[in-house]
């Protein structure tokens, strides 16, 4: 048995009873943390709370060499953990499509995730999310990616929010912020941001303003995620007032 | 002090540690059901577990007469419990603007959800759905509302995913199903679709195949969602055939 198991957002108290029972259960556990990170926590914070040996792997452990995973739930019954929910990246698909042709049974335990996060802790409406998008780090791709400003404006254009992604390299512990992202954005549009900061902790940060101002500012600890809403409905407004402490004429 | 706690997806083990931490601390617990319900739990047994009486209250008693919930955690710690993640619905954001006005520290404890579930059980990218929708019961809008398939539309047009919510009444218990739901849509278009059922819990159902092959299925107990996908990258079509019983020629 293969068992994918959503850590949820922030520490090791983001996952579900369902979560942790499975995993006490598990004769082995491995994790990747190249996709997303658990920033409150540690490994070994988490091997106490679960009581059992977590074996990180990086991408190359996981993509290029699974069969030490696959062996594991073979033989018995094998955890594979990752920050958020599970099946987040492409690889974690295809571990699991490459468990089921060895005939082992698999398991997908979900955990709490950004784009939850993005609409509850902001009060804007998860119903009026379009398609969400990645920031990259500026090098990476000289500044920003078309793709990521065409989103943004088809988003837009149909009146919908988008959850802006920051870029992360978790392997150098290297997290864009959200003033960054907000600075990177504001040179090809006149628009408001939200930030949001330290979701699934006991005291996220959120702040709305003109991507400009926000560019400006600074947001506690990673990881910080971005929206960039569309036309604000009445409620969302109040919302954004009261607990992103948008200066009144900021989002007119 | 105000904690809005999301229950998650399907019984009393999809909480978060954080959530019955949180839960556990609390003075009083309120709750709704009419957004949503935990299927695979009843209310004695979300008491039993968590150790604290749940008050579960009706939109009125939500919407109209929120006095005693803020009473209550104007003097004391209040838990305000919803299933899936917290503030999906304005009623509760409304909720929380309300508590804060009368200096209410309010805290948001998430949980997983129909969204992300909709994409870890189905192998399908997140980063591909575009807006979501709801189907409402036939009889409430006399067929599929013009909304649904333009939004359905535009989502394959921009060649993205969809997730279909299905009606609830749940004060009834009367849920729309995936195959009633696959039969409306299939009147007006020729396109696959997924049906998950019981996301969230041990044994959920995933089945991929034409619209008009899911209206003749079923798919077990509630809750069901539906998804209309953009066209499938080769590992999604892989992941729908492997965990989805799709039909070869069904997805091409």
Redesign the interface.
């Known amino acids: 048995m293969l068992s994918?198991i959503?850590l949820?957002?922030y520490?090791?108290?983001?996952?579900?009873?369902?979560g942790?029972?499975a995993l006490r259960d598990a004769d082995r556990a491995f994790a990747e943390f190249y996709t997303s990170r658990l920033v409150g926590t540690t490994v070994d914070a988490l091997e106490e709370t679960h009581g059992i040996d977590i074996e990180v792997r990086d991408r190359a452990g996981v993509e290029r060499d699974p069969e030490p995973i696959l062996d594991a739930a073979s033989g018995g019954h094998a955890a594979f953990l990752t920050a958020g929910?599970?099946?987040?990246s492409?690889t974690h698909?295809?571990l699991?499509?490459r468990a089921?042709e060895r005939g082992i049974e698999t398991?997908?335990i979900?955990?709490?995730?950004a784009?939850?996060?993005a609409?509850?802790?902001t009060?804007l409406?998860?119903?009026?999310?379009?398609?969400?998008?990645?920031l990259p780090f500026e090098e990476t791709r000289g500044g920003v990616p078309d793709s990521v400003l065409a989103t943004i404006g088809?988003n837009r254009e149909?009146d919908?929010h988008t959850l802006v992604y920051l870029d992360i390299d978790a392997e150098s512990e290297r997290y864009m912020t959200g003033d960054t992202a907000a600075g990177l954005l504001a040179d090809h549009l006149d628009a408001v941001g939200v930030v949001v900061g330290q979701?699934?902790s006991?005291d996220?940060t959120v702040r709305a303003d003109r991507l400009g101002a926000l560019a400006g500012e600074s947001f506690g600890p990673p990881l910080h995620l971005l929206v960039i809403p569309g036309d604000l409905h009445p409620?969302?407004r109040?919302?954004l007032r009261?607990?992103g402490g948008a200066p009144a004429d900021a989002l007119e």
Chains 1, 2 share one sequence.
Request: aromatic fraction near 6%.
């Open positions: 994918f959503g949820g957002l520490d090791e108290r983001s996952i579900t009873l369902q942790r029972d929910d599970t099946m987040i492409t698909v295809d699991r499509t089921d398991r997908v979900h955990g709490t995730t784009q939850t996060a609409s509850s802790l009060g409406q998860n119903y009026r999310f379009g398609k969400a998008t990645t088809e149909r919908l979701a699934g006991d996220p409620l969302e109040e919302s009261t607990f």
